[in-house]
Structure formats: C-alpha cells, structure tokens
C-alpha cells in the first residue's frame, strides 16, 4: 500500500508555546487529508478534513485558531497546536487518500504531543 | 447520523482459539466498510475494506470479514489466534461526503498462551 509518513513521532514542548505536525504522501497525490485525535484507551476522533489548496473543514467542537491545518500541496499537511496547554497532550494522526469515498485511506504513524 | 459499535471493548482468547470481533453499523445507504488494526503507539493499518461484491472479504494476515446487510453488521474472524495478532482493533465506515471515516469505539485483544 502507499506510505504516509508523520513526522514528529513524539514531540515535548512548554506550555504556550506551538508545535507542528507534518503529514506526508510519498508515493502518491492526496487530494484529500484527515487528522485525527486519539486519546488514551479511545478511539480516534476526527478533527478536520483538508483538501488541497482549500481550507480545511473543521468538526464540530474543534477550535480551528487553535488547531491550524494547511495542505499546500498534494503530498503534505500540517497541523500546527498553537498556544498548546497540557490538555492538548494526545495521540494525533492523519491519513491520505487519493479520491472518492471508495478510496482507501491511509494512515501515519501517529505523533505523541506531551505539553509540560 | 452515521455510526459504529463495537459492543466488546475487550477480549481475551487463547492462542490457537477461534477469534470474531463484532461490529454494527448504522448508514442510510450501502456502507464502506473497514477494519483496522492498531499496535501500541502506532498509526493504523488496513486489515481489510467491503465495497460491494462478495459479501465475504478476505484480509492480511488471515482475517476475513463478513458483510450482513440484514443484520448491519460487519464482524471480523480469524480461525486461529496468533500471540502477535494482540492489538487495538478499529472497524469504521467511510461518509459519502469526502470519504472521512467513522470510527468504532475500538476493542482491545489480548492474547494468552
């Protein structure tokens, strides 16, 4: 299957400060991108959809200012955690697909954001 | 809405056992249909995915999955367990609308030797 590669694996940092998460089809064109959150012993809940060269479509409870999606080009995403508090810490993911809802998504590995 | 149940949050079985994990969804029209398996800190991997066609599907690593339209359901089998087969376990079903995915609830599978 294709590869998504996620890149930080696992991220520290300080309370107030911002971390972005990369997001990145190599060997395919993702017209389409999920981020997801995780947490502990939880399923993973959908945060936003991002379609390149669009804004991102964000779900209901998610504060867009605080979670900034991009998606510039048809291989990369970010997800940026502005002004990040120790409730942030969680499991994030995101997957790629090329097209279509009959399309498979894949999947990166994850990023552990742990805000001290 | 669309949603989906796992109604095992948990299950132990013996290695060499018989596995199935129970998934029921609910969706206005025909359902994508997916399973996931998860390991501890890692992002997810397809195990299997129904579209249409023969309602039996055939996945990696042994496990098949059965399509019940009657009964909105979609359970995952493995005939025999594997010690490594232990892992979080992710059905889901994909939105007409850009193809996001819904996820279950997960179950946990351990596995004794």
């Known amino acids: 299957g294709a590869v998504v590669s996620q890149h930080p694996s696992r991220v520290i940092c300080k309370s107030g400060t911002s971390v972005k998460i990369e997001c990145r089809s190599l060997d395919f064109q993702a017209t389409t991108m999920f981020w997801y959150r995780q947490f502990p012993k939880k399923s993973l809940m959908l945060m936003a959809t991002s379609n390149e060269g669009s804004k991102a479509t964000y779900e209901q409870g998610v504060e867009k200012d605080k979670f900034l999606i991009n998606h510039a080009s048809l291989t990369l995403s970010t997800l940026t955690v502005t002004s990040a508090h120790p409730e942030d810490s969680s499991f994030y993911i995101c997957?790629?697909?090329?097209?279509?809802?009959?399309?498979?998504?894949?999947f990166g590995q994850g990023t552990r954001l742990t805000v001290v | 809405a669309q949603s989906v149940t796992q109604p095992d949050i948990h299950i132990t079985v013996s290695e060499g056992a018989s596995l199935e994990l129970r998934c029921n969804y609910s969706?206005?029209?025909?359902?994508?249909l997916f399973w996931y398996v998860q390991s501890p800190g890692q992002g997810l991997q397809l195990l299997l995915k129904?579209?249409?066609?023969?309602?039996l599907v055939q996945g990696i690593k042994g496990f098949e999955a059965e399509f019940k339209r009657s009964q909105s359901s979609f359970n995952l089998r493995k005939p025999s367990v594997h010690w490594s087969d232990a892992a979080e376990y992710f059905c889901?079903?994909?939105?007409?609308?850009?193809?996001?995915?819904?996820f279950g609830q997960g179950t946990e599978l351990s596995v004794k030797p």
């Open positions: 969706y206005g029209a025909t359902p994508y």
């Open positions: 889901a079903v994909v939105t007409i609308q850009g193809g996001k995915l819904i």
């Open positions: 997957s790629a697909s090329s097209s279509g809802a009959d399309t498979e998504a894949f």
């Open positions: 129904y579209f249409s066609g023969d309602t």
